[in-house]
């Protein structure tokens, strides 16, 4: 009787965890965020070298394809849960035999096919489930768009935009370890590197670039009851960094510095930790403790670094 | 392959799949659904029967039920009538022709002026012989033997004594020291002769002049009894033991036929054709916890059939061929008052409970009409058993089969009708000579900086390694997409034999697998 109470126990939780799978799976409601409570967005990389209107339309056929994929299939989410329904169904006329006293198990049988099946298809409907663009993949167009009057006719935008995620172990910049042998991992993602020859006969480079500290998980051993013990990871902070540099038209500029934008200076949410303009090249560092910026703060960053070079008389 | 067909190929193997395991279960015959039934007749009020028989003792040509416990008899007529009611002080019986009046005649053995031996025929009761040299009752048997008939007394203390038909002592003799557990007709070269067996374990053949034949001594006994189970004339002992030892003997010389250890008491043994073959005839075996087995004897060994179980202590098996299909059924008692039967598989269907434990399961006819006659510790009930099944049945595997394959076909047409879900690598790249020596140059001052990133230690190896080789792919695609829009180009990237990755030309190792390239 215990193990018949047990395993209807067990058969219980399976049932209600798999309707649950699958009423989520209609319902849409899948989990966004990572370990630490981050939203993920969709890892898309964009290898830009094209003219900005080229870009542009290039990105948004992007997003609208994913869409049309993401859509074709939301119209049978709700197919799972119908099939685990019927497989319900199925099951039921062996109840009913067994009410009038036979005992079958083939609609059982039929029924666990048919919620094998439903997994199956849910399963394969959630593959086309694609996350949210992220805020920066439509910041970087509206740069785009905004610089493309700036560009010198016929010249292309150069660079990527990288948003395939700040903590991959390909952007490990490096690992230090405590006191407690504790490691900690450096990240550096250049998200967006830019490169482009302006109207003015500049060169611009613009490098964004997100600087993240993660602790990696450790066992770490009580001293009361010498039970080891998994600690999890730690997500330990993130700051954006902002590169700039500007290779200036000696016909066309002088570098003036001037006091509003120079070294310690606050210029929206970056402040400016490096100015260097040796050799008629202006090269900027700077530095946001926000996790994120936007692309009216690197626009806005780019205007004011431009406050540096005073035009020629012609 | 086309994303599209994919789905149609993977539902269609599944399909055949699902549509040949449906057909083996519909071909095979596994799948029923049938139900056995009973409907009570009539009952009447009897604790505790000890031997249950439906059985002419009238002379009538009519069956009757005769039963027996530990206090008295009874026999009822076909409708439940109580047509005799003797009370006896421990009485044991047994049924057989005695008087040769050509109907069964019930002898008791009891307890009176000392051991005293009743004849009942046909309603008359007539003292047999009484203050025996025999001790407390224990079993009574009648045996034809060539030279008459002869009914052989046990005690509980492994006596045995034989009486002729007419009450006179003609054997004595001893099968062990403890009660008398089994005594059965076996024969020897078609010769009647009796298997006697005592708890102790001991069991002694003897002949009609109480001779013994054999002897011979097992693990402590529960159960003995004799059947011809190849019709050869010679019978084989079937006995179960204390300790779970399941033997057969032959009854010529006690040499053991088969035996098999069923890790539990032996509380019942009987023989019940469950296979309807008569080459061979099967043993049902009951346990003291409620295991059930079958056995099959082909006339030198047996084999174990199936094995089942009932809740409790199985106290009574019996066969009978309900559904009519040429095999019998064993209809099975036990200890909590379930009944059940067993098909000639083995698949249990449950007849309805008793409130208190079965005693006695017998089959025949009263009335005219088949009963099931079960007695149980308050009462006695005959029971109409009857079999229903569900005509094509067998073929609902095919049904269910049909429709999961129905529903995975549509699962493939959706999966199909879903586009491919796009790469998230986005080339956005202008065509132009320009443009392309643009990228060219940017993606070259984006490997400098990573190796010079690498050199003043601001990047680990994993991750150095991984941009690049990113960058020297995009190189590799920048080479590509030169050559496509027909421009000339110095090819400065090749990819690694060994493992893919776009290499710088003039190298001679790979950096990401690690292996020399020769060429």
């Known amino acids: 009787m215990e193990a018949f109470l047990c395993g209807t126990a067990i058969a219980g939780i399976i049932v209600i965890s798999l309707f649950f799978y699958l009423l989520n799976t209609a319902r849409k409601k899948v989990k966004t965020t990572n370990q630490f409570g981050k939203k993920e967005f969709a890892p898309v990389y964009v290898s830009i070298a094209d003219k900005p209107d080229a870009i542009i339309r290039g990105m948004n056929k992007f997003v609208t394809e994913t869409q049309k994929t993401e859509t074709s299939g939301d119209k049978w989410r709700w197919i799972p849960l119908l099939i685990f329904f019927a497989g319900i169904g199925l099951m039921l006329v062996d109840v009913l035999l067994f009410l009038l006293g036979y005992t079958s198990f083939v609609f059982i049988i039929g029924g666990f096919v048919l919620w094998i099946a439903a997994i199956v298809m849910a399963r394969s409907l959630r593959k086309s489930d694609i996350l949210d663009f992220s805020p920066r993949y439509h910041g970087t167009k509206e740069i785009l768009h905004t610089l493309r009057d700036d560009l010198k006719p016929g010249t292309t935008f150069l660079g990527h935009l990288d948003l395939t995620g700040s903590m991959l172990q390909n952007k490990v910049a490096r690992e230090t370890k405590d006191t407690q042998q504790r490691t900690t991992q450096h990240f550096s993602d250049p998200w967006l590197s830019l490169k482009a020859k302006l109207y003015d006969g500049n060169v611009l480079r613009l490098t964004a670039m997100q600087k993240t500290k993660k602790r990696k998980s450790y066992w770490k051993r009580s001293r009361i009851s010498g039970k080891s013990k998994l600690k999890p990871e730690k997500f330990k902070g993130s700051q954006q960094e902002l590169k700039v540099r500007i290779v200036v038209n000696p016909e066309a500029y002088a570098i003036r510095p001037n006091h509003t934008f120079s070294t310690g200076k606050d210029v929206g949410k970056y402040r400016v930790e490096q100015l260097n303009t040796d050799g008629g090249i202006i090269n900027i560092l700077a530095v946001s403790p926000f996790e994120e910026v936007a692309q009216t703060d690197i626009l806005a960053f780019l205007k004011s670094a431009y406050s540096l070079l005073e035009r020629k008389a012609a | ?519």
């Open chain 2, 1 to 519: 392959m086309s994303r599209k067909i994919i789905p149609f190929i993977v539902a269609f193997v599944l399909i055949c799949l699902v549509m040949v395991v449906a057909g083996v279960f519909a071909f095979s015959g596994a799948v029923t659904a049938e139900k056995f039934g009973s409907t009570v007749a009539w009952s009447q009020p009897f604790a505790a029967a000890e031997s249950m028989k439906v059985i002419d003792v009238t002379g009538d040509g009519q069956d009757d039920l005769f039963i027996q416990n530990s206090s008295g008899l009874n026999v009822y007529d076909g409708s439940g009538t109580s047509i005799l009611g003797l009370d006896y002080a421990s009485p044991k019986t047994t049924l057989g022709d005695v008087n040769g009046d050509g109907s069964e005649d019930i002898i008791v053995y009891y307890m009176g002026v000392g051991a005293a031996v009743d004849v009942i025929s046909k309603s008359s009761v007539s003292n047999l012989a009484q203050a025996l040299s025999i001790g407390f009752p224990s079993r009574v048997a009648v045996l034809r033997f060539a030279s008459g008939s002869q009914i052989v007394l046990g005690d509980n203390g492994g006596g045995v004594l034989a009486l002729s038909a007419d009450g006179a002592s003609l054997w004595s003799g001893n099968v062990g020291s403890a009660e008398i557990r089994g005594m059965d007709d076996a024969l020897i070269g078609g010769a009647v002769n009796v298997a006697i067996a005592s708890n102790d374990g001991t069991i002694t053949v003897f002949n009609s002049s109480g001779e013994t034949v054999w002897a011979g001594s097992q693990e402590q006994l529960r159960r003995m009894r004799a059947f011809d189970l190849n019709a050869d004339g010679n019978s084989e002992i079937i006995t179960g033991g204390e300790y779970g030892l399941f033997r057969i003997y032959s009854a010529v010389d006690g040499s053991i036929l088969f035996e098999k250890s069923l890790g539990q008491a032996v509380s019942e043994v009987r023989e019940v054709e469950l296979n309807g073959d008569p080459s061979s005839r099967e043993i049902v075996v009951g346990g003291k916890d409620g295991g059930v087995w079958a056995f099959s004897f082909n006339g030198s060994t047996a084999s174990q059939m199936w094995t089942g179980s009932l809740s409790d202590k199985v106290t009574e098996i019996a066969g009978l061929d309900i559904n009519e299909d040429g095999k019998q059924e064993a209809v099975i008692g036990d200890d909590a008052g379930n009944v059940a039967i067993f098909t000639d598989n083995g698949t249990r269907n449950n007849l309805p409970d008793h409130s208190s434990g079965i005693t006695r399961i017998d089959i025949g006819k009263l009335g005219g009409e088949r009963y099931v006659v079960v007695a149980d510790g308050s009462e006695v009930q005959t029971n109409k058993v009857n079999f229903s099944s569900i005509p094509g049945f067998q073929f609902t595997p095919l049904v269910v089969g049909l429709i999961v394959s129905a529903v995975i076909l549509v699962i493939a047409a959706i999966l199909a009708s879903i586009p491919a879900r796009p790469e998230m690598k986005l080339s956005l790249q202008d065509k132009s000579r320009e443009s392309l020596e643009a990228e060219r140059r940017m993606l070259k001052e984006s490997i400098a900086d990573v190796e010079r990133l690498r050199k003043a230690g601001e990047v680990s190896g994993d991750a150095y390694l991984s941009r690049l080789k990113r960058l020297r792919g995009d190189l590799a695609e920048n080479e590509a997409a030169f050559k496509s829009a027909g421009h000339q180009v110095k090819a400065e990237t090749f990819a690694c034999p060994h493992c893919g990755g776009t290499l710088e030309l003039g190298m001679d190792k790979c950096e990401y697998c690690g292996q020399v390239i020769l060429a």
